[in-house]
């Protein structure tokens, strides 16, 4: 560390203790200390990372996040992820999790390339200068200081030497981080990435074949999972079956970058869900580029009407909407398909 300045965080009732630097979040500083505390969107709205403050003081980012219910307010509990300690603190937080093998941390990133994958979908290249390190299916969090404005973006690409931080964005209609990078962000602009982020990354050692599961935005850490899987020294005896999801045709790409992957996994099927158009057919997909029917509904449901209990065999990553990996979790693990530890998600708020 530097001679910037700090404050000393000690966690309640453990011998665990951390410093936290000017302006990061409690969240932040223990990851970059490799203590696991529990987090999950790292962005104010899950709720997972909520802790109490037993002395010093914290400047909130995000005073109304709903990651905290109006019990957990009443009851003075914080979020980790939105505290800014401005003093020396003593916290009590829930029991440390899974400490992801790679420590977040920030750097400058330039933005390379942008290439539109569709109406409302784009992949932008950054590169930073120094090894970008990072598991196959974790995040970044982006400060674009034209806002300014921070949110978590999924990398779509994996660890490499060279530098590049790729991620496939989804433009919200009115949003103010989209806005900026669909809009005003151009070639050769300077971001902030921190990261990576996330426990919803490929598990190498695990040697289950494997189901990916994208809807519209989740797209991108799902790619990034095929080709972590494609780059495993047993790549070869592997099957990997990808479930894009989309409300229309329109919505389902296929990036070249998979066709890659298709050469060194033993298979690669990719399979596409459409739930608001009620007339299309395998004509309207390229040739070859989804490999079985596809399924006129939601995507969790074509993952259950594909396998039923045949999904028992496989491990499960999933990236999108909240609604859509909720309900995917549901059908699944509620649904006793699945044990609760195979399947790995992140919920995009
Ligand atoms: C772990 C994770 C990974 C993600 N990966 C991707 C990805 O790969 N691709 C992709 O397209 N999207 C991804 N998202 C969603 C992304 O972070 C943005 O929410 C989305 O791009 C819309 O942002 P926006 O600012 O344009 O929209 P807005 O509507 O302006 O904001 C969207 C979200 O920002 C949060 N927010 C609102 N106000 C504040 C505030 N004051 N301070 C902090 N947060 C606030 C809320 O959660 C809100 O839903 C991911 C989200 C998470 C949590
Ligand atoms: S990690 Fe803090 S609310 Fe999600």
């Known amino acids: 560390m530097t001679g910037e300045a700090r404050h000393h965080v000690v966690v309640d009732g453990t011998d665990v203790q951390f410093d936290c630097l000017e302006g990061d979040t409690l969240l932040r500083a223990a990851l970059r200390a490799g203590i696991g505390l529990s987090y999950e969107c790292n962005s104010g709205s899950c709720g997972s990372c909520r802790y109490e403050l037993l002395d010093g003081e914290v400047r909130t980012r995000w005073s109304e996040a709903p990651g905290l219910s109006a019990r957990d307010r009443r009851k003075g509990r914080r979020l980790a992820c939105q505290s800014v300690p401005v003093s020396d603190c003593t916290v009590r937080v829930g029991t440390p999790t899974e400490i992801a093998m790679h420590r977040p941390g920030k750097q400058r990133a330039e933005l390379k390339e942008v290439h539109p994958l569709t109406h409302d979908l784009s992949e932008f290249v950054f590169s930073t200068g120094q090894p970008a390190v990072f598991s196959p299916g974790q995040y970044a969090m982006?400060?674009?200081?034209?806002?300014?404005?921070?949110?978590?973006?999924?990398?779509?690409?994996?660890?490499?030497?060279?530098?590049?931080?790729?991620?496939?964005?989804?433009?919200?209609?009115?949003?103010?981080?989209?806005?900026?990078?669909?809009?005003?962000?151009?070639?050769?602009?300077?971001?902030?990435?921190?990261?990576?982020?996330?426990?919803?990354?490929?598990?190498?050692?695990?040697?289950?074949?494997?189901?990916?599961?994208?809807?519209?935005?989740?797209?991108?850490?799902?790619?990034?999972?095929?080709?972590?899987?494609?780059?495993?020294?047993?790549?070869?005896?592997?099957?990997?079956?990808?479930?894009?999801?989309?409300?229309?045709?329109?919505?389902?790409?296929?990036?070249?970058?998979?066709?890659?992957?298709?050469?060194?996994?033993?298979?690669?099927?990719?399979?596409?869900?459409?739930?608001?158009?009620?007339?299309?057919?395998?004509?309207?997909?390229?040739?070859?580029?989804?490999?079985?029917?596809?399924?006129?509904?939601?995507?969790?449901?074509?993952?259950?009407?594909?396998f039923d209990e045949a999904i028992r065999d496989f491990t499960c990553y999933a990236a999108g909407p909240p609604a859509m990996t909720d309900s995917l979790a549901r059908a699944l693990v509620l649904g006793q398909l699945l044990d609760a530890d195979r399947l790995h998600f992140d919920r995009f708020y």
């Open 142 to 306: 982006i400060h674009l200081p034209a806002g300014p404005v921070e949110r978590a973006y999924s990398m779509s690409n994996v660890g490499n030497c060279y530098g590049e931080w790729r991620f496939v964005v989804k433009r919200s209609p009115g949003g103010h981080a989209t806005s900026i990078l669909f809009d005003k962000l151009e070639v050769g602009d300077v971001v902030e990435l921190d990261g990576p982020y996330g426990h919803a990354y490929l598990r190498e050692h695990d040697n289950r074949n494997i189901v990916c599961v994208g809807g519209g935005s989740g797209l991108g850490a799902m790619i990034s999972i095929v080709l972590g899987a494609a780059r495993l020294p047993d790549a070869g005896a592997r099957t990997v079956h990808l479930f894009i999801g989309g409300r229309t045709t329109q919505d389902i790409v296929v990036p070249v970058a998979l066709e890659l992957a298709a050469v060194r996994l033993g298979e690669l099927n990719i399979h596409a869900a459409v739930s608001d158009q009620a007339d299309f057919d395998q004509a309207d997909f390229e040739d070859g580029e989804v490999t079985s029917t596809p399924y006129r509904g939601f995507v969790h449901d074509a993952v259950v009407n594909y």
